[in-house]
């Protein structure tokens, strides 16, 4: 529960969080939770840390970009989780929290003793998540993964890329990103049935299920209708006109879907709106059967003029396009400046930095305002003393020990 008016002023304030995960899938979990307010306390191996602290090049006066991004809103501290005394301190702080997210191996936690039922005897209502390559149990628990591969196995790189090129994957990690967001839901929804219960529990979000998951309607192409999706490139299996189009000096990407919206683009955009009548295009299953013959009309008239004045045409008539951008192009873009994607945080040695704002918009509870990744082990021994009620003479034992690693580092 909230601990007090001004954390309740967050979705989650007042709620601590334990993040023992690593990499994407997790710390993207945890950062939602840390944007909605949540406390989120990284616990990292001594020396080295979330793997993505070493993910460089690109960085930022030595510091991992990759790590700077999916990391803001969190506390570090380094506890060597092998050791008896390690493992004690965790669940220490265990007991003061309200959720752990770990994306170990399977069996790593039970070896630690950190594993949901060791929690569970110091915080009978803790949420425990535990997001995993292929789950917990059944045939490949033991299996590595990483997203490339869950993307190959699930059926999505089928789904991507041309229609008479390769399978490809997504540029983004998105196997990693959704299974993040299905972990920081998952969290979300058991902490609320814990307000109404009392009961803690143990929940899973496995990256191959995150990726079934993904599939969406395309499931249902083969589920209902026995029917394999099929690659198309930018186009799009089920409406027409749908892809890449060829202005006079570039190109920009056009989505009708409707019957509604191509007699709009015929007869408003193209001003041809005989297109519209033609029994060859009247309809989406017609379309979808001339889409060669379609795109090559449409092609031909788009070339005679200027992105910018297409662009400004099928926005006065409400059919969806865009330009293609860069990633550089999006993030300058005057859209993402007004509906202010890019915030700037502070972090201890770099300073002000920009980073990306949350989507999430609360009128009520907005989201936290965001600060910097932490130094590997920055906040070790002020959670130790204010969380876990260490003090100074326990704190320089298990330092002198080896415990807590060196002093605070990038």
Known sequence: MPASSEASKTPMGGFRVLDLSRILAGPYATMVLGDLGAEVIKIERPGGGDDTRAFLPPDT?????????????????????????????????????????????????????????????????????????????????????????????????????????????????????????????????????RQSSGEGQFLE?????????????????????????????????VAQPVGLFHAADGDFMLAVTSNRLFRRLAETVLQQPALADDPAFADTSARLRNADRLIALMNEIFATGPVSQWLDRLSEAGVPAGRIQSVAEALDAPLTKARGLIENQQHTKLGTIPTLASPMRLA???????????????????????????????????????????EPGP
């Open 61 to 193: 006066a030595g510091i991992s970009t990759y790590f700077l991004t999916v990391n803001r809103n969190k506390k570090s501290v380094t506890l060597d989780l092998s050791r008896p005394e390690g493992r004690d301190a965790f669940l220490t702080l265990a007991a003061q929290a309200d959720v752990i997210v770990e994306n170990y191996r399977t069996g790593v936690t039970q070896r630690l003793g950190i594993d949901y039922d060791a929690v569970r005897q110091v915080n009978a209502a803790i949420v425990y998540a535990s997001i995993s390559g292929y789950g917990r149990d059944g045939p490949a628990a033991m299996r590595p993964a990483v997203d490339p591969i869950l993307q190959a196995e699930s059926g999505l790189m089928t789904l991507t890329g041309e229609a008479d090129g390769a399978p490809m994957r997504t540029g983004v990690s998105l196997v990693d990103v959704v299974a993040g967001l299905f972990a920081a839901q998952a969290i979300s929804a058991a902490l609320l049935h």
């Open 205 to 237: 979000v496995a990256l191959y299920d995150s990726a079934i998951a993904m599939l969406a309607n395309f499931s249902g192409n083969y589920l209902l209708a026995g029917s394999e999706p099929r690659r198309v490139g930018n186009g799009n299996q």
């Open 364 to 406: 009520k509870t907005p989201v936290s305002v965001s600060t910097g990744a932490p130094l590997l082990g920055e906040h070790t021994e002020t959670v130790l003393r204010e969380i876990g009620g260490f003090d100074d003479t326990a704190i320089t034992a298990l330092r002198a020990a080896g415990i807590l690693g060196d």
